[in-house]
């Protein structure tokens, strides 16, 4: 049992350039999210989706866009990357209201 | 929102009991108080959550005061894998699981 799978592990990109994290859970979860964590700090809600087909905005959206492409799977992508976007990206996903969250083991991306 | 305050690092020693301690001065009727715990270069890992009483399970205790304005995760004999960044957060009731990470405590376990 996998639980939250994220793809790609590391990643350095350029200035401008874009990309795609990928996500996916294995526990038939409802709900999925991605976070930003910057060195020594707590993490940031970037988007979430409650549901499959439907996405919001969280604490610190801009920059960023998300797929829900069906229930396992949830993106993030960086259309134009920035340096200020150099962090730790986690995707979590939850079955139920008020239920804990599990967690993949991030993605590392260095924006130069 | 609620907001949490934490120390910013503690340490234990190994197989002694561990009180990770938590304000929330500001806390509502319906917030429910989580804990998470990341270890190094790992995502965050669910650890207890509770709402007014006291709540046990296998990872930890948490103490909940009567007021709730403070609440205490109690780890009863650390090891070194406990060593972590540990999270106390507010959830209201409204937000289901969109969670607001702070700073938490970094909790070191000599050996």
């Known amino acids: 049992n996998a639980g939250v799978t994220q793809t790609p592990k590391f990643q350095v990109l350029k200035t401008g350039q874009s990309m795609t994290l990928q996500c996916a859970q294995d526990?038939?979860?409802?709900?999925m999210y991605w976070y930003r964590q910057d060195p020594g700090m707590g993490l940031r809600l970037i988007y979430y989706?409650?549901?499959?087909?439907?996405?919001d905005k969280g604490e610190v959206p801009n920059g960023y866009n998300v797929s829900r492409l069906n229930k396992r799977e949830f993106s993030l992508r960086l259309e134009s990357a920035a340096p200020s976007q150099t962090s730790v990206y986690f995707c979590a996903s939850s079955g139920q209201w008020m239920a804990p969250l599990h967690f993949g083991n991030g993605t590392r991306l260095t924006v130069t | 929102d609620a907001k949490t305050t934490q120390p910013n690092s503690m340490e234990s020693n190994e197989e002694e009991p561990v009180h990770l301690p938590c304000n929330h001065s500001t806390i509502s009727g319906t917030d429910y108080i989580h804990w998470y715990r990341q270890l190094p270069s790992q995502g965050p890992e669910y650890v207890i959550h509770?709402?007014?009483s006291n709540v046990n399970n296998r990872m930890a205790s948490l103490a909940i005061a009567e007021d709730r304005k403070s609440s205490t995760l109690i780890l009863h004999r650390a090891t070194l894998r406990d060593a972590a960044v540990y999270y106390c957060?507010?959830?209201?009731?409204?937000?289901?699981?969109?969670?607001?990470f702070g700073g938490g405590t970094r909790l070191m376990v000599k050996p």
């Open positions: 989706s409650a549901s499959e087909g439907t996405t």
């Open positions: 509770g709402l007014t």
């Open positions: 957060i507010l959830l209201y009731n409204n937000a289901g699981n969109m969670l607001t």
């Open positions: 526990m038939n979860h409802n709900s």
